[in-house]
C-alpha cells in the first residue's frame, strides 16, 4: 500500500528517492519501497526523514505510533491487580512453592501472609531443605518511619504493633540454616514478594492501606527493566538492615 502522505509531501518540496536516500543514509531502493509499499523504516532513520522533509514523524508513519504503544507495556508485567485484595493468598504461596534458588521479602509487616496460610514457616523451611536461600526483611517497629506509616494511614500504631507480630511469626526461623530475618528502618514505596525470576510488587499509596493498594506480577526479561529496579531496590534496603540474632527479643 502506497505511503500517499509521504509521496505528496517528497513530491511538493521537489525531493527525489535518491535525494532522501542520500539524506537519510539509505539505499534509493529503500526510499521506494516507503513510498510505494508503504514500508516502515526504523525508528532512527524515520526520525532522520522527517526531520529533513520538515514534517512530523508519526504523519507520515503512524505504524510507529502504534509501535512505541505496544513498547510502552513492558514485557516483564505479567499482571497488573487494582489492589492486593484481589488476589488471593494461594497466588503468594504458589509463588514460594516453585522458588528453586532464591526467595526474598521486604515487608514492613504483611502478615496476612501468616494469617491466611500458617503453614508459611514450614513451607520456607521446605524451600530451605532443597537448597533454595530465604531473606525476609521486615519493618523495625521502633523506627520513625513506620511509626509515621501508622499515623498516614489513620492506623495510629496498628503498622507498628503488626511489625511486631511479624517479627513473632518469622523469628522461628532465625535458626534455620539457609533463613536470613532482618529489620529495616526505611521509608517503604513498596512491598517485594520475589521467588527466583518472578516477583509480586505491592506499591504503596499515601494513606492507603497495603491491602487497597495496587499490585504487578513480574517476570524478569533479560537484563535490566522492571524486574531489576525492585531487586535493587530490594539489596539497598537489605543491606542497611540489622540482622535479628536468635534469642534476641
Same mark, same amino acid.
Given at each position: !500500500? ?18 532522501? =536516500?542520500? =539524506?537519510?543514509? +539509505? ?23 522527517? @526531520?529533513?522533509?520538515? @514534517? ?14 505496544? *513498547?510502552?507495556?513492558?514485557? &516483564? ?23 528453586? &534458588?532464591? /526467595? ?21 523451611? %521446605?524451600?530451605?531443605? &532443597?537448597?533454595?536461600?530465604?531473606? /525476609?526483611? /521486615? ?6 518511619? +513506620? ?14 504493633? *503488626? ?7 518469622? *523469628? ?6 539457609? +533463613? %536470613?530475618?532482618? !529489620? ?14 518472578? !516477583?509480586?510488587?505491592? =506499591? ?18 533479560? &537484563?535490566?527493566? !522492571?524486574?531489576?529496579?525492585? =531487586? ?18
Amino acid at each position: !500500500m502506497q505511503n500517499e502522505r509521504l509521496r505528496v509531501v517528497m513530491a511538493s518540496q521537489g525531493w527525489t528517492h535518491a535525494d532522501l =536516500a542520500n =539524506a537519510t543514509g +539509505v539505499d534509493p531502493k529503500s526510499v521506494e519501497r516507503w513510498v510505494n509499499l508503504g514500508r516502515v523504516p526504523r525508528r532512527g532513520t524515520a526520525l532522520k526523514a522527517a @526531520e529533513v522533509l520538515g @514534517e512530523d514523524v508519526h504523519a507520515l508513519w503512524p505504524a510507529l505510533t502504534q509501535a512505541r504503544a505496544a *513498547r510502552a507495556v513492558s514485557p &516483564e508485567l505479567v499482571g497488573l491487580y487494582d489492589q492486593r485484595a484481589d488476589l488471593p493468598v494461594s497466588a503468594f504461596v504458589d509463588l514460594f512453592a516453585q522458588a528453586r &534458588e532464591r /526467595i526474598d521479602v521486604l515487608v514492613y509487616a504483611a502478615v496476612f501472609l501468616h494469617e491466611a496460610y500458617p503453614r508459611l514457616n514450614d513451607l520456607l523451611r %521446605e524451600r530451605v531443605a &532443597e537448597g533454595c536461600s530465604v531473606r /525476609i526483611a /521486615i519493618g523495625n517497629a521502633d523506627s520513625e518511619n +513506620v511509626q509515621r506509616r501508622g499515623n498516614e494511614e489513620k492506623f495510629g500504631n496498628g503498622v507498628e504493633s *503488626r511489625c511486631r507480630l511479624a517479627l513473632m511469626h518469622y *523469628r522461628p526461623l532465625v535458626a534455620v540454616p539457609g +533463613v %536470613e530475618l532482618r !529489620m529495616h528502618s526505611t521509608t517503604l514505596y513498596h512491598s517485594i514478594f520475589r521467588a527466583d525470576d518472578q !516477583m509480586l510488587v505491592n =506499591a504503596h499509596v499515601w494513606g492507603v492501606h497495603a491491602y487497597g493498594a495496587p499490585v504487578w506480577h513480574l517476570r524478569r526479561h533479560g &537484563e535490566g527493566g !522492571m524486574f531489576a529496579s525492585y =531487586a535493587q531496590s530490594f539489596e539497598a534496603v537489605w543491606d542497611s538492615a540489622q540482622p535479628v540474632q536468635e534469642g534476641a527479643q
